[in-house]
């Protein structure tokens, strides 16, 4: 309640992509495309996951675990863009903005933790192969899935609740595509450096450090792959890990320039187009990269397709 009398805004205006409305239904058919793709192809990757007993693994298991966050991410962000789009309706009420926020920095976070453990994963998998079943057993692996949830919990509910306990007297217009923390945060009216403090220091935590481990294994692996008697070997193997580093770096390069500095000098449109790297492209993406070019998972593919196929009809 006190959060309430404090603020005169009870709801807020997604202003979008309004400054370019000859390109609003061109817009609305691309994002329902990338929607749509992405739904599929990381369903697809839950589906197969799910139902082969022999993925049960935990480099499966993580990739699993990262499909249903990436699904979420897009199913918090899309659909209120696509409203916004398609429809006059470019208002959004105070708990919605809330709950798309908090829902955005929890998928968010805890897509920051599962990548750091997924190239943990492969590191201990290709330069300590002998030790591996030791390393990533399945208490390991319960651990490090737990920690990643839990930490996406804890980041979405401590930044969240800081933000909307700040006074909103208006203006009521975020300059934004949906309710992220550094567009809203220039809407408060009051002082909020110990928040940007949190925020650069929450970013290199939760953002940098994961990001700088995950290059550390890959340096790893790289020194492993060129070790390898056979060229063909190599090459897949420098192909695969190229795939993953440029989707990891898309996703923290853009969400660190994002959030490390919340009320940076970044234009609004530059702004947009980050929040878009990391909220569309990389959900888009993940599941090409990490699983459908993945023999393995092709043929796990194929299995299901010919089960499907041989069923006896009635």
């Not at 609003?24 to 599929?40: A, K, R």
């Not at 994963?121 to 030790?131: G, K, T, V």
């Not at 928040?195 to 650069?200: M, T």
């Given at each position: 309640?006190?959060?309430?009398n404090?603020s005169s805004v009870?709801e807020?205006?997604?202003?979008g992509?309004?400054?370019f409305?000859?390109l609003?239904?061109?817009?609305?058919?691309v994002?329902?495309?990338?929607?749509?793709?992405?739904?599929?192809?990381?369903?697809?990757?839950?589906?197969?996951?799910?139902?082969?007993q022999?993925?049960?693994v935990?480099?499966y298991?993580?990739l699993?675990?990262?499909?249903?966050?990436?699904?979420?991410?897009?199913?918090?962000i899309?659909?209120?863009m696509?409203?916004?789009?398609?429809?006059?309706?470019?208002?959004?009420?105070?708990?919605?903005?809330?709950a798309?926020?908090?829902?955005?920095?929890?998928?968010g976070g805890?897509?920051?933790?599962?990548?750091g453990a997924?190239?943990?994963?492969?590191?201990?998998a290709?330069c300590?192969?002998l030790?591996y079943?030791?390393?990533m057993?399945?208490?390991?692996?319960?651990k490090?899935?737990m920690?990643?949830?839990?930490?996406?919990?804890m980041?979405a509910t401590v930044?969240?609740?800081?933000?909307f306990?700040?006074?909103?007297?208006?203006?009521?217009?975020?300059?934004?595509?949906?309710c992220?923390?550094?567009?809203?945060l220039?809407?408060?009216?009051?002082?909020?450096?110990?928040?940007?403090?949190?925020?650069?220091?929450?970013?290199?935590?939760?953002?940098?450090?994961?990001?700088?481990?995950i290059?550390?294994?890959y340096?790893?692996?790289?020194?492993a792959?060129?070790?390898?008697?056979?060229t063909?070997?190599?090459?897949?193997?420098f192909?695969?890990?190229?795939?993953?580093?440029t989707?990891?770096?898309?996703?923290?390069?853009?969400?660190?320039?994002?959030?490390?500095?919340?009320?940076?000098?970044?234009?609004?449109?530059?702004k947009k187009?980050?929040?878009?790297?990391?909220?569309?492209?990389?959900p888009?993406?993940?599941?090409?990269?990490y699983?459908?070019?993945?023999?393995?998972?092709?043929?796990?593919?194929?299995?299901l397709?010919?089960?499907?196929?041989?069923l006896?009809?009635?």
């Amino acid at each position: 309640m006190k959060r309430h009398n404090q603020s005169s805004v009870v709801e807020f205006i997604l202003l979008g992509f309004s400054n370019f409305p000859e390109l609003q239904e061109q817009l609305f058919g691309v994002f329902l495309v990338i929607y749509l793709v992405t739904l599929m192809g990381n369903a697809i990757i839950i589906v197969i996951i799910s139902l082969g007993q022999s993925l049960h693994v935990p480099m499966y298991l993580f990739l699993l675990n990262l499909s249903v966050v990436d699904v979420s991410i897009s199913a918090v962000i899309i659909p209120e863009m696509l409203v916004v789009l398609s429809t006059e309706k470019m208002s959004i009420s105070f708990v919605s903005c809330f709950a798309q926020m908090y829902f955005l920095l929890l998928f968010g976070g805890t897509e920051c933790f599962l990548l750091g453990a997924m190239a943990y994963d492969r590191f201990a998998a290709i330069c300590l192969p002998l030790s591996y079943p030791v390393i990533m057993n399945k208490g390991v692996f319960m651990k490090l899935v737990m920690f990643s949830w839990v930490s996406g919990i804890m980041v979405a509910t401590v930044q969240t609740s800081w933000v909307f306990s700040f006074p909103f007297c208006g203006p009521n217009e975020i300059n934004h595509l949906f309710c992220e923390t550094p567009p809203v945060l220039e809407l408060v009216c009051a002082d909020t450096f110990l928040f940007e403090i949190y925020a650069f220091t929450g970013t290199i935590l939760i953002v940098m450090v994961p990001f700088l481990l995950i290059l550390l294994s890959y340096i790893w692996i790289l020194f492993a792959i060129l070790k390898m008697p056979s060229t063909t070997g190599r090459q897949k193997a420098f192909s695969t890990c190229a795939s993953h580093l440029t989707s990891v770096t898309l996703f923290y390069g853009t969400a660190n320039m994002t959030y490390l500095q919340p009320k940076s000098g970044y234009s609004p449109d530059t702004k947009k187009l980050m929040s878009l790297a990391y909220t569309l492209l990389t959900p888009l993406l993940n599941p090409l990269i990490y699983s459908l070019r993945n023999s393995v998972m092709k043929r796990a593919m194929m299995k299901l397709w010919r089960r499907k196929v041989d069923l006896p009809t009635f």
